[in-house]
Antibody, heavy 119, light 107 residues
Framework: QVHLEESGGGVVQPGRSLRLSCVASGFIFSSYAMHWVRQAPGKGLEWVATTSYNGDNKFYGDLVKGRFTISRDNSKNTLFLQMDGLRPEDTAVYFC????????????WGQGAPVTVSS | SELTQDPAVSVALGQTVRITCQGDSLREDYASWYKQKPGQAPQVVIYGKNNRPSGIPGRFSGFTSGGTASLTIAGAQAEDEADYYCSSRDSGANLVLFGGGTRLTVL
């Protein structure tokens, strides 16, 4: 069965960096585009970034562009989110999600990794 | 581009409720709906205008036309009480948009 598991969350000071990982299992990871979506405490869903199945194409939400970098290692079935220059407003639970072709819905989600940016 | 949802909607048990999502650049083919309960990851309930993933009850249906997407729950059940988010793509289909979410209360 499909399973996505995030790790790497925690408490970090403003301006510092953090890297999230999402390990996938139960499907051919290298065949699927993947996404990161976040949810601030008590708030709605916010799309963060996406990478194509082979990592060649990447797109970012306006609020993280230039600070966050999405990447993947298909040999290890792992998706990453490198977060630099963190701000208090980046505090959220970060979910990884699989995109299902051809209509692009997010058919599987991880349980989320909490990130708190605070001094 | 933005997707706009009513913040809260309520429905009596067993009645029908419609949750709407408006966006000038809403792409119909990419319209989808997610259900989220507290402390849980979201779950897709409708995708591609009106497709239901396996395991989603038939009382859930979707419709999209002219910049408005709607999710209808016919005969709402207690377990349908949750936050619902619409989603679509930008014109290039590369960027993902989420609505602000609608909290559904089943009375």
């Amino acid at each position: 069965q499909v399973h996505l598991e995030e790790s790497g969350g925690g408490v970090v000071q403003p301006g510092r960096s953090l890297r999230l990982s999402c390990v996938a299992s139960g499907f051919i990871f290298s065949s699927y585009a993947m996404h990161w979506v976040r949810q601030a405490p008590g708030k709605g869903l916010e799309w963060v970034a996406t990478t194509s199945y082979n990592g060649d194409n990447k797109f970012y939400g306006d609020l993280v562009k230039g600070r966050f970098t999405i990447s993947r290692d298909n040999s290890k079935n792992t998706l990453f989110l490198q977060m630099d220059g963190l701000r208090p407003e980046d505090t959220a639970v970060y979910f990884c999600a699989r995109e299902a072709p051809p209509l692009g819905e997010f058919d599987y989600w991880g349980q989320g990794a909490p990130v708190t940016v605070s001094s | 581009s933005e997707l706009t949802q009513d913040p809260a909607v309520s429905v009596a048990l067993g009645q029908t409720v419609r949750i709407t999502c408006q966006g000038d650049s809403l792409r119909e083919d990419y319209a989808s709906w997610y259900k989220q309960k507290p402390g849980q990851a979201p779950q897709v309930v409708i995708y591609g205008k009106n497709n239901r993933p396996s395991g989603i009850p038939g009382r859930f249906s979707g419709f999209t036309s002219g910049g408005t997407a709607s999710l209808t729950i016919a005969g709402a059940q207690a377990e349908d009480e949750a936050d619902y988010y619409c989603s679509s793509r930008d014109s290039g289909a590369n960027l993902v948009l989420f609505g602000g979410g609608t909290r559904l209360t089943v009375l």
